[in-house]
């Protein structure tokens, strides 16, 4: 069975720092990119960045570009998003997702609060 | 970047039903447009990826039409599970956007 069980998240003040993790499991993680999507509270979703394979490649959304890491460990079948320089904007619920632009399995979110 | 219109943006339907929905590009997507239904709470869900490709475990219900610019999401016949918001997503460019969603609600 396919998981992609998150961590992280939670209250941070605008300017702050957060890390999310993805623990991905029942599929070989190395054959597939993987995305971060949000959801705003109320609001659509948006894709905000993805990698390939092996971790060379990354594309972000320009909103966070600059200020949002995408990572992978390929030994630990585990896909992260570092985030920076928090606004209020990015006030949101994640979702990690298995491939690079569609999405057949998803996390179960983890809400971001930026807020002083 | 490609911006999806959705409409309506809420539809107000009864069970055994027909659904149409409807997405629209700002320019050409060819067929690299999927649709993902979500409930409230939960994580979206795929249902139809390329235009008309039904994902895994997707009741025939669920068909999905269109080409370039215009695209539809049909529901043949409404099960009281199938209420939820919709959003179409294109794949073609990046970055990879979604439409604004549409509210699917019970009459």
């Known amino acids: 069975e396919v998981q992609l069980v998150q961590s992280g998240g939670g209250l941070v003040q605008p300017g702050g720092s957060l890390r999310l993790s993805c623990a991905a499991s029942?599929?070989?993680?190395?054959?597939?990119?993987m995305s971060w999507v949000r959801q705003a509270p109320g609001k659509g979703l948006e894709h905000v960045a993805n990698?390939?394979?092996?971790?060379?490649?990354?594309y972000y959304v320009d909103s966070v570009k600059g200020r949002f890491t995408i990572s992978r460990d390929n030994a630990k079948n585990s896909l992260y998003l570092q985030m920076n320089s928090l606004r209020v904007e990015d006030t949101a619920v994640y979702y990690c997702?298995?491939?690079?632009?569609?999405?057949?399995?998803w996390g179960q979110g983890t809400l971001v609060t930026v807020s002083s | 970047e490609i911006v999806l219109t959705q409409s309506p943006a809420t539809l107000s339907l009864s069970p055994g039903e027909r659904a149409t929905l409807s997405c629209r590009a700002s320019?050409?997507?060819?067929?690299?447009l999927g649709w993902y239904q979500q409930k409230p709470g939960q994580a979206p869900r795929l249902l139809i990826y390329?235009?008309?490709n039904r994902a895994s475990d997707i009741p025939a219900r669920f068909s999905g039409s269109g080409s370039g610019t215009d695209f539809t999401l049909t529901i043949s016949s409404l099960e009281p599970e199938d209420f939820a918001v919709f959003y179409c997503?294109?794949?073609?460019?990046?970055?990879?956007?979604f439409g604004q969603g549409t509210k699917l609600e019970i009459k």
């Open positions: 997702a298995r491939g690079g632009a569609r999405f057949h399995y």
């Open positions: 029942g599929f070989t993680f190395t054959n597939y990119w």
């Open positions: 990698v390939n394979l092996d971790g060379s490649e990354e």
């Open positions: 320019q050409s997507v060819g067929s690299y």
């Open positions: 390329d235009t008309s």
């Open positions: 997503q294109q794949r073609y460019n990046w970055p990879y956007s």
